[in-house]
């Protein structure tokens, strides 16, 4: 897996490109996930996403994806969990002071943040994880955050 996610962060501009084009076609899916329920939608696409993220990410399910503000790398993989950044313990050649054979998450992030478009969304601060979302879908959710933002805007206008 190690391997694998080293991989992806190197190549993070085209998971990038890959993602922008995933979500519109998810999102549009809304109907039917509305239409089975997200509820009964949860365990299989949560299946389907933690075999692919967890493949190319290491992904640990936080339910609270944040790889595209992170260079594509998964902050969860940090041994200490830090959302926002290095810890202090950083090596000087890049590795992880809890883990010395591993590159720190976050000097993994900065380097695979530089590829991206997107890369300034590095210096956004992440929202602690909200443990109740563990093992589910982030994919789901942002389905539904994005539904819920434009049937707000259709209400305002």
Same mark, same amino acid.
Not at 63 to 68: F, R
């Given at each position: 897996?190690?391997?694998?996610?080293?991989?992806?962060?190197?190549?993070?501009?085209?998971?990038?490109?890959?993602?922008?084009?995933?979500?519109?076609?998810?999102?549009?899916?809304? /109907?039917?996930?509305? %239409?089975? &329920?997200?509820?009964?939608?949860? #365990?299989?696409?949560?299946?389907? $996403?933690?075999?692919?993220?967890?493949?190319?990410?290491?992904?640990?399910?936080?339910?609270?994806?944040?790889?595209?503000?992170?260079?594509?790398?998964?902050?969860?993989?940090? /041994?200490?969990?830090? %959302?926002? &950044?290095?810890?202090?313990?950083? #090596?000087?050649?890049?590795?992880? $002071?809890?883990?010395?054979?591993?590159?720190?998450?976050?000097?993994?992030?900065?380097?695979?943040?530089?590829?991206?478009?997107?890369?300034?969304?590095?210096?956004?601060?992440?929202?602690?994880?909200?443990?109740?979302?563990?093992?589910?879908?982030?994919?789901?959710?942002?389905?539904?955050?994005?539904?819920?933002?434009?049937?707000?805007?259709?209400?305002?206008?």
């Amino acid at each position: 897996m190690y391997a694998v996610r080293r991989w992806v962060v190197r190549h993070s501009r085209g998971f990038e490109i890959i993602y922008n084009a995933f979500e519109p076609v998810i999102t549009r899916l809304d /109907p039917l996930w509305r %239409r089975v &329920g997200y509820a009964r939608a949860e #365990r299989p696409v949560a299946k389907v $996403e933690k075999a692919i993220k967890g493949f190319l990410f290491d992904c640990k399910m936080c339910g609270q994806c944040a790889l595209s503000s992170t260079g594509m790398s998964c902050p969860m993989n940090c /041994p200490k969990t830090l %959302r926002n &950044g290095p810890c202090g313990g950083v #090596r000087a050649n890049g590795h992880c $002071e809890v883990k010395p054979e591993m590159k720190c998450v976050w000097a993994e992030a900065w380097a695979g943040s530089q590829h991206m478009k997107s890369g300034r969304k590095i210096h956004v601060v992440q929202k602690p994880v909200d443990n109740r979302f563990r093992d589910t879908s982030s994919w789901l959710r942002v389905v539904r955050q994005i539904a819920e933002k434009r049937a707000a805007q259709g209400e305002q206008k």
